[in-house]
């Protein structure tokens, strides 16, 4: 039988929903300033986890991998882009793919301040220790956002790696490295499941 910490898959949950959220509102907000309302126009452009959860994605695979700890796979509704209305189509695209691996380290560093400099009381006996659950919810936010970040550079299609690297290599090399944007979930897969 599994032994389930409720209160740590609870925090834990919260906390990807929280990151991937704000990370898919910065592919949004950026995406809109630079041109695109697209994602605005979808109501994309919000922290609110609903419009940007996908219920396999966000919600059933995560919470699996939390309760049996089997290998985190998760995402979020990928936000929608059309590149052609950016001013600056491959900049800008790679500004938009790069906004949110950008965002989960802002929230990794954010959470580490915080961390560092919160109080954390022992815990004693009758005495309420309410610093204790926050400190395990800023370490899981630092700990999750810095995984994102760093997953989702990855330089494989569709991961925002391999759009930032697409719109960085020159037009003829970016046209042979999308060739594998069909294969990219395999070759993220084999990654995942071999460590």
Known sequence: ???????QVFISFIVLLFSLTVHEMAHAWTA?????????LLGRVS???????????????????MITGAPLIGWAKPVPVNVRQLRHHRR????VAAAGPASNLVMAVT??????????SPQTLD??????????????????????????????PPLDGGNVLAGLLPNNLAGIFNQIRP?????????????
């Open 92 to 95: 800008d695209y790679v500004l």
């Open 127 to 156: 005495a309420a220790n309410v610093s204790a659950p926050l400190a395990t919810f800023l370490s899981q936010a630092m700990r999750l956002n810095v995984l994102l970040a760093v997953f989702n550079m990855i330089p494989i």
């Open 183 to 195: 294969y990219g979930f395999i070759l993220l897969y084999a990654l995942i499941l071999t460590g």
């Open 47 to 65: 922290l609110n986890p609903l419009v940007h959860a996908d219920p396999v994605g966000t919600v059933l695979f995560p919470l699996i991998a």
């Open 32 to 40: 809109d300033r630079l041109g695109d309302p697209t994602a605005r």
């Open 111 to 120: 959470a580490g301040c915080l961390l560092a400099v919160l109080p954390i």
């Open 1 to 7: 039988m599994l032994d389930i910490n409720v209160a």
